[in-house]
Nanobody, 128 residues
Framework: AVQLVESGGGSVQAGGSLRLSCAVSGSIHSAICMAWFRQAPGKEREGVAAMFTGTDSTYYVDSVKGRFTISHANNKQTLYLQMTNLKPEDTAMYYC?????????????????????WGQGTQVTVSS
């Protein structure tokens, strides 16, 4: 089993930046897919960024391209989401997720049903 713990959320003004972190622990013996999802009140959870750790192949939803960057530490024990030029519409609970059955080498738009490990979430609030 994989355990995920997010941190780094907070409140910022529009145009500001935040870096989310996801500490990864548990039985990981090979490269996997990891993703950041977000869910705003009254909206469905959406995948905003994903990567296959074996090739560093990445995916971004159109609304965050050029503003968000997903990456991982060299030891693959931490996943990051660097968020810049934040907008009020980025306000949401952000979740880290892992798909241990992913084999790569590329990455596809993340679907909730494919990810079998989830963190508890970290809140991001962007004010105008």
């Amino acid at each position: 089993a994989v355990q995920l713990v997010e941190s780094g959320g907070g409140s910022v003004q529009a145009g500001g930046s935040l870096r989310l972190s996801c500490a990864v622990s548990g039985s990981i013996h090979s490269a996997i897919c990891m993703a950041w999802f977000r869910q705003a009140p009254g909206k469905e959870r959406e995948g905003v960024a994903a990567m296959f750790t074996g090739t560093d192949s990445t995916y971004y939803v159109d609304s965050v391209k050029g503003r968000f960057t997903i990456s991982h530490a060299n030891n693959k024990q931490t996943l990051y989401l660097q968020m810049t030029n934040l907008k009020p519409e980025d306000t949401a609970m952000y979740y880290c997720a892992a798909d241990t059955g992913c084999i790569g080498p590329g990455i596809t738009p993340p679907r909730q049903s494919e990810y079998n490990s989830w963190g508890q979430g970290t809140q991001v609030t962007v004010s105008s």
